[in-house]
């Protein structure tokens, strides 16, 4: 168990460039959640998936964002014309998917900067 | 709307017991965890309460009362490497969680 992994750690564009984040889970773990973290505050939800499902998006997610698990493993969040207001760390954790509430665990996110 | 309520900053010494409080108004509960960050680092799970009443892992326990909306963190024996951001989260519908703003701890010699 190698814990969760996300590439790349660090990101830095131009606005209007897309960008794609990668997000490998634990493995065995069918649920994959992405969040957004800015500076001072919480992990804010975005999207989530059961196994290649995605199950329920934020209003956050605006339409210039799309988020993939085309094979219940690993997982994309893409950015389309990004702006500056996207600056932010992209966390991505993974559960077991337990009934109820069960342990997520974060990988150590991509901290992206929108010039 | 949903929201949670925890104190932004906290300083105590080393050695020290500190409590972080959290409240919590939302539309589902599922249950209450807390989380630890250091600077530039990941969330770090701590604890989780799905139940009224007290959870202890070591130096940490967590306290969550439903019927008020309220939960705690307690930290005994405080270290330096305990001086980190803290969030309590409450587990939504679909397993997503629900942080709020952290309370950052400053641990002093």
């Known amino acids: 168990d190698t814990g969760v992994s996300q590439n790349p750690r660090h990101k830095i564009t131009k606005r209007g460039q897309n960008v794609t984040f990668r997000c490998d889970p634990i493995?065995?773990?069918?649920?994959l959640y992405w969040y957004r973290q800015t500076l001072g505050q919480g992990p804010e939800f975005l999207t989530y998936?059961?196994?290649?499902?995605?199950?329920?998006k934020s209003r956050l997610l605006s339409d210039r964002f799309s988020a993939e698990r085309p094979k219940g493993s690993f997982s994309t969040l893409e950015i389309q014309r990004t702006e500056q207001g996207d600056s932010a760390m992209y966390l991505c954790?993974?559960?077991?998917?337990?009934?109820?509430?069960?342990?997520?665990?974060f990988g150590p996110g991509t901290r992206l900067t929108v010039l | 709307g949903q929201s949670l309520e925890q104190p932004s900053e906290v300083t105590a010494v080393e050695g020290a017991i500190v409590q972080i409080n959290c409240t919590y108004q939302?539309?589902?509960?599922?249950?209450l965890s807390w989380y630890q960050q250091h600077d530039g680092g990941a969330p770090t799970f701590l604890s989780y309460?799905?139940?009224?009443g007290l959870e202890e892992t070591g130096r940490f326990s967590s306290f969550l009362s439903r019927s008020d909306s309220y939960g705690y963190l307690l930290l005994q024996e405080l270290q330096m490497k305990d001086s980190a951001s803290y969030f309590c989260?409450?587990?939504?519908?679909?397993?997503?969680?629900?942080f709020g703003q952290g309370t950052e701890l400053s641990v002093k010699p």
């Open positions: 954790a993974s559960s077991a998917g337990l009934a109820g509430g069960d342990t997520q665990y």
């Open positions: 493995s065995e773990h069918n649920r």
């Open positions: 998936f059961q196994n290649e499902a995605q199950l329920e």
């Open positions: 939302t539309s589902g509960f599922y249950g």
């Open positions: 309460n799905a139940l009224d």
């Open positions: 989260a409450v587990y939504n519908q679909g397993g997503k969680l629900i």
